[in-house]
DNA sequence: CGCCTTTGACCCGCGC
DNA sequence: GCGCGGGTCAAAGGCG
């Protein structure tokens, strides 16, 4: 399957003011957008600035919305990619029934169901996704559902020159091993949670066969402590928490779709800013998703605290920088 | 000195 | 049973 197709994901938004001119944002009212912002939990800047910086408000207010926009236009794409590919995935497996597995099924069962060149499959896969587990791995390992920890998958792009498998996502990582893996000429580095062996989370690194400049951090279990960055964050600071932060509780609950968003490396100066939103609609249903569910995916974006946290510290970032 | 990374050795599941 | 390959261990060294 052509990976490509998941890439063109990225978001082109132009966060840059500068440049927000040739958008279409006069359709929201102000006060929606407004309304919008505060059930995003965002304060942009304290109201007591000077009359000038009203009018930057304004405009800014209007971009988010034209992004907001564009962001829900984006997400119903992408959920109609999903499903066409998905489509076309059940048709090849069904025609094609052995052939499919041919690499990954050498693989140990609880790395199987997550090791998959295709991202559409990657971004879909995380653990709670029961219903995506096949029939067969089911029946055969029942309490494999139960031992086995949530995992889900992070992807950040970074620089290609970058060699580090260094994916900052808030929490301290301890790494513990590093092995070249058959499919995937980059190593892949281990790591463990530092808080180890209180939590047990556990993260894999390494770089996306198709695109070098792209990570995927693959995380299993879940944290039982607060993050870090967070703590220092929230400590009177107004340092901003690690853009692209996406801690693995990310993975929200089975009616909703998965996000994995991607601030990574955003530079100011650079068009670097893509954001790579993976949804997962509910893996078991072929048919197209409505636009119904769609609004409710975006709701369920903007109700996910993680998302929440991400977004502010990008929009601070951005407002920071643009001031 | 303590924590971290590096890296070769070892373990273990799976397929043949 | 054996080999392969992914995952983990642990000794050694680096670094602040």
């Known amino acids: 399957m052509d990976c490509s197709s998941w890439i063109n994901t990225s978001l082109d938004l132009n966060i840059n003011p500068h440049h927000h001119h040739h958008r279409v944002h006069e359709e ?10 505060f059930s995003l939990g965002l304060s942009m800047v304290p109201l007591k600035e000077e009359e000038s910086n009203t009018g930057f408000l304004e405009e800014e207010l209007k971009r988010v919305t034209a992004e907001n926009k564009k962001l829900a236009e984006m997400l119903s794409v992408v959920c109609e990619n999903y499903n066409t590919l998905r489509n076309h995935l059940m048709e090849y497996m069904r025609k ?8 990954s099924s050498k693989k140990r069962k609880s790395e199987s169901s997550n090791n998959n060149c295709d991202p559409m499959a990657l971004a879909s896969n995380n653990g709670n996704s029961e219903s995506s587990s096949t029939d067969e791995e089911s029946c055969k390992k029942p309490r494999e559902e139960a031992i086995k920890a949530k995992t889900s ?7 290609a020159s970058d060699t580090s498998l260094i ?14 893996t058959r499919d995937n000429p980059s190593p892949r580095a281990y790591f463990k949670c530092s808080f180890a062996p209180s939590c047990p989370v556990k993260k894999k690194v390494q770089r996306s066969v198709e695109d070098q400049s792209v990570l995927v951090a693959t995380y299993e279990g879940e944290h039982n402590h607060p993050l870090p960055s967070q703590m220092e964050a929230t400590s009177g600071s107004n340092r901003c928490m690690t853009i692209g932060s996406v801690p693995c509780s990310a993975s929200v609950s089975s009616s909703a779709p998965t996000v994995t968003l991607d601030l990574t490396k955003s530079k100011p100066n650079n068009n670097n800013n893509e954001s790579k939103i993976a949804t ?13 569910l769609v609004e409710q995916m975006a709701s369920s974006l903007t109700k996910d605290p993680n998302f929440r946290a991400a977004l502010v510290a990008a929009l601070s970032g951005r407002l920071m920088h643009n001031n």
């Not at 929201?28 to 912002?37: A, H, I, M, R, T």
């Not at 998958?153 to 620089?159: A, I, K, L, P």
């Not at 994916?167 to 070249?180: A, I, P």
């Open 167 to 180: 994916v900052k996502d808030g929490y301290q990582w301890r790494k513990y091993g590093q092995k070249v």
């Open 96 to 103: 094609n029934p052995e052939k499919e597995l041919s690499p």
């Open 153 to 159: 998958r992070v992807y950040v792009r970074t620089e």
């Open 280 to 292: 997962k609609p509910k893996a078991n249903s072929p048919e197209q998703v409505p636009n119904v």
């Open 28 to 37: 929201v009212p102000k006060k929606q957008v407004e309304s919008n912002l």
